[in-house]
């Protein structure tokens, strides 16, 4: 007698209709909570913020197909007022993050408008009215996803790199940076390029490394040589910061720092990482969260100018 076959029961037609009627419904109930968390998804900060920005559009996308059976949405009136309705649940969301530690990000409302009407244009049926918001909605939505390149591509450079975290022989290196910067063909350590800082007489004036690697339990010291075209010295003061420290209620001495006195000429400074300690002999820095480096001098006189080159981990 030949072998019968054995079938796997179906699934029942209750349950498959159940999964399409409240499917995506509990889908977002699930994906609320993310909506006021920090990450982590990725282990560049960066690169995190862009994806989880991300998420806000394809998060409302879903709200609206979830809705699509509920809501009127044939005419720019009824866009409008879904529009209106996710602008005002938007400020809401908002500030019921701020109450549970989210930091308000208002540019988060743009990217659920964005998500709601790649929702409704695409739904529709297609008409000029309809291409139009299907193009912008489309475009900005791809302005985000390209956010997202961006700082995808950056943490390839900065990891490419590494020890490497800057030797500003490529124009993408200046991004990195914030404060007055320039790159300089005049003069440097080694290649054709280095680092202008010009710094003013204020209280606290310096440029800030924003794009590095978050992990630096592997090395031990910072080097990086530092030009000083004129006669007098120059005190400059080396602070990292961890995610910990940018807070702006921890105390100076409770961050990490190194002063160093550049003579004229090539300065070769050496930063080690290690060894810092606070009152409790914790260590000031955290060396697997490295957030900023920043390179500044205090209470200058006149203008100066600096060329910084072969910044490096050792």
Do not use: C
């Not at 866009?79 to 308000?104: K, P, R």
């Not at 008409?127 to 475009?139: E, F, H, K």
């Amino acid at each position: 007698m030949a072998p019968s076959l054995v079938y796997p029961n179906p699934v029942p037609m209750p349950v498959i209709a159940f999964i399409q009627k409240w499917g995506l419904t509990a889908l977002l109930l699930l994906g609320l909570p993310f909506l006021f968390m920090e990450g982590p998804l990725s282990r560049d900060i960066a690169l995190d913020r862009a994806l989880w920005d991300l998420g806000h559009i394809v998060y409302f996308a879903i709200a609206i197909v979830a809705l699509r059976n509920r809501l009127d949405m044939r005419t720019w009136p009824h866009w409008l007022a879904i529009s209106l309705a996710v602008f005002i649940l938007s400020i809401m969301l908002e500030y019921l993050g701020y109450d549970v530690g989210h930091q308000q990000d208002w540019s988060d409302i743009e990217r659920n408008l964005i998500g709601a009407w790649l929702g409704i244009f695409w739904l529709n049926q297609a008409g000029p009215q309809v291409w139009t918001g299907r193009v912008i909605a489309t475009g900005l939505f791809a302005h985000q996803v390209s956010l997202v390149i961006v700082a995808a591509l950056t943490l390839y450079r900065v990891s490419a790199q590494l020890p490497m975290l800057g030797n500003f022989e490529h124009d993408y290196q200046l991004d990195w940076w914030q404060g007055p910067v320039s790159l300089s063909q005049g003069k440097a350590w080694e290649g054709k390029r280095s680092l202008a800082i010009d710094l003013e007489p204020e209280d606290y004036q310096g440029a800030q490394l924003n794009t590095l690697p978050a992990d630096w339990r592997d090395y031990q010291r910072l080097t990086m040589s530092i030009y000083n075209p004129h006669l007098t010295p120059l005190t400059l003061t080396v602070r990292i910061n961890d995610r910990d420290s940018l807070d702006s209620n921890v105390p100076f001495g409770q961050r990490f720092s190194e002063s160093f006195v550049i003579e004229f000429g090539w300065n070769l400074v050496q930063v080690p990482l290690r060894g810092q300690t606070d009152a409790s002999q914790q260590p000031l820095l955290d060396l697997a969260n490295v957030a900023q480096l920043e390179i500044f001098a205090v209470d200058l006189k006149r203008p100066r100018r600096i060329l910084l080159d072969q910044l490096r981990l050792d």
